[in-house]
């Protein structure tokens, strides 16, 4: 993993337009080609009320065993 940084990365998902894209980098992790840890900085939510509250609750998961 490149740990260019840990931000959050901002999804508005408004009626599922993106779950397709989603379950696509869901799969991704499951076939070990991108980690845990750079799947949550990929936060989205369905309207912009949940996306703002999934933002600022954000905290980064570190995944130490990439280094």
Do not use: C
């Amino acid at each position: 993993m490149l740990t260019i940084h840990q931000k959050p990365i901002g999804l508005l998902n408004v009626n599922g337009f993106y779950n397709n894209l989603l379950s696509l980098i869901d799969h991704a992790v499951e076939q070990q080609f991108l980690t845990f840890s750079a799947r949550q900085i990929l936060i989205s939510a369905a309207t912009a009320e949940q996306f703002i509250d999934e933002l600022q609750s954000f905290i980064p998961v570190v995944d130490y065993s990439m280094s």
